[in-house]
């Protein structure tokens, strides 16, 4: 750990500005130019987007976990380009699909807050909020804009109407939310009856689907836990110290499961999540095999993906939002492409979410709206080498530290921690799990790293931000985001 005095109280908002004054000397660099209407396929791919709430990446097969996790989604693999080192730009939802959405970092979109957030009665409000602004253009816009039928099935009450997630979906369907739905079989289900209903207009179509079958409280059926439960990945048993449940919040004490002894057993708890893994997968499985028997899977590019992880005490803690190590934001990403093109092919290369938006654009040979941080994907699956610039992974919006940042070069990822006034170093290679701080043995890395991180934000206050909007949440979404744990 090195204390930086550049972060003293007295400069600390001086410090958040420099920071993020130093991320738009690389936006030159990192944009690409929009590709006009006559550059575009003669033939734009319908795309399928599916967010696995909640889901890490190290909790699937084809991510190396050791247990029958997720045998759809491995087999979807085969047919596609998995990108093993993809991060979402923060740990919660609002801000990271706000971010995928954007292709702006959080600092830029202005979602940073949640309902009744303290930070919102004081200067705060003026900078950050809930929802997406009106003027900020979202993924679907850009896709709508160019013919795609668009529509979204959410289950998430994050995701509501009046936080700008519905804006360019002609249908944004939140039925899920109200029915408080962990099991995804209905949602699913309807979005094969849209995508039934629209293939005959023979216009693209973009179908955005997220799931929460993976969410706390890890209420998935026991046939799914007894599937999982003596997976190696889970690790050795332990016995879960007398102050191992004393942080957690309570949501995820309700299952009939966390009332026993049981809840004592750390191997349970990360069984019982990893049981919702396998039901997101088996309800997944079901879906993308209507989507072949009824012969509309060649035509569709789908993407799997997550908007956060999990922590399941690696670091004595539980949840998500409240840190940025990587069971926050490592999150699997893998694009099956038209054809099964470049099926197969591993990307070792760190991306991120917010490389979706001008990827996707980009196919559909869209308009990019100004101010994107985000870098086409394509170049990464198409070729062995990336002749973009590289990649510098962001992320910030710890829920109750606003001022933490994080930068991973592929390698090496530093911590900023601006209400410690500490910068943390650790070396992923050699120390995946995050444990062992060695900023003090490698200033002169640190001091790269701290560099990059200053010019990551400082893109972020290029001109791209935009003023934030508190929206409107109905009081049984609040109600609802309160029984997931996210409210007091």
């Known amino acids: 750990m090195v204390k930086v005095n550049i972060f003293s109280p007295s400069v600390r908002s001086m410090a958040v500005i420099a920071l993020c004054a130093a991320v738009a000397a690389l936006s030159a660099g990192c944009s690409r130019p929009s590709v ?10 319908s795309i399928i987007l599916i967010v696995i709430d909640t889901l890490r990446a190290d909790y699937l097969g084809v991510y190396g976990f050791d247990g029958p996790t997720s045998p759809n989604l491995d087999q979807l693999a085969k047919d596609s380009v ?173 299952p009939p499961w966390a009332k026993g002894q049981d809840r004592l057993q750390l191997r349970v708890w990360r069984g019982r999540y990893a049981a919702g893994v396998h039901a997101a997968d088996r309800r997944l499985g079901t879906f993308t095999q209507a989507l072949r028997e009824e012969n509309l899977w060649d035509e569709q590019l789908v993407i799997v993906t997550s908007d956060h992880g999990e922590e399941l005490f ?49 196919l559909a040979g869209a308009e990019d709206p100004p101010g994107m941080v985000g870098l086409d994907l394509l170049p990464l699956a198409e070729s062995s080498e990336d002749t973009q610039t590289k990649r510098a992974v962001f992320a910030t919006s710890v829920k109750d530290r606003p001022g933490d940042t994080s930068i991973f070069d592929g390698r090496y ?35 790269r790293l701290s560099q990059a991180l200053g010019r990551e934000i400082s893109r972020v206050t290029s001109g791209a931000s935009s003023d934030g909007r508190v929206g409107e949440i109905p009081k049984e979404q609040l109600d609802r985001l309160r029984a997931l744990g996210y409210l007091n």
């Open 314 to 362: 690696e670091h004595e803690g539980w949840d998500h939002g409240f840190n940025l190590f990587e069971h926050q934001l490592h999150v699997p990403l893998m694009i099956r492409l038209p054809g099964s093109r470049h099926a197969g092919r591993r990307v070792s290369e760190p991306v991120r979410l917010v490389d979706l938006m001008p990827t996707l654009t980009n």
């Open 82 to 254: 998995v990108f093993e080192r993809c991060s979402s730009q923060a740990p919660w939802t609002t801000p990271s699909m706000s971010s995928m959405f954007t292709s702006l970092y959080p600092e830029a979109h202005g979602v940073r807050l949640g309902p009744d957030d303290p930070r919102s009665l004081d200067g705060w409000r003026r900078r950050w909020s809930r929802a997406i602004p009106d003027s900020t253009t979202t993924l679907a816009e850009c896709l709508r804009d160019r013919g795609y039928r668009t529509a979204a099935f959410v289950a998430n009450p994050w995701l509501v109407k009046g936080l700008g997630f519905e804006q360019g979906f002609s249908i944004f369907d939140e039925s899920a939310v109200e029915r408080d739905d962990r099991n995804a079989t209905m949602l699913l289900h309807s979005g094969l009856q849209w995508l039934r209903s629209a293939k005959s207009t023979g216009d693209p179509t973009f179908l955005y689907l997220h799931l929460m079958d993976v969410h706390g409280p890890y209420s998935a059926p026991n046939f799914d836990f007894t599937q999982v439960q003596n997976s190696p990945g889970l690790g050795p048993a332990r016995t879960l110290p007398p102050t191992g449940l004393q942080h957690m919040e309570k949501y995820l004490l309700g």
């Open 413 to 447: 990822k530093l911590i900023s921690d601006l209400s410690k006034r500490q910068l943390r170093l650790y070396d992923l290679v050699v120390d995946p799990g995050e444990r062992t701080d060695i900023a003090g043995k490698q200033p002169a890395i640190v001091a």
């Open 36 to 45: 006009s209407a006559a550059e575009a396929p003669a033939k734009k791919p």
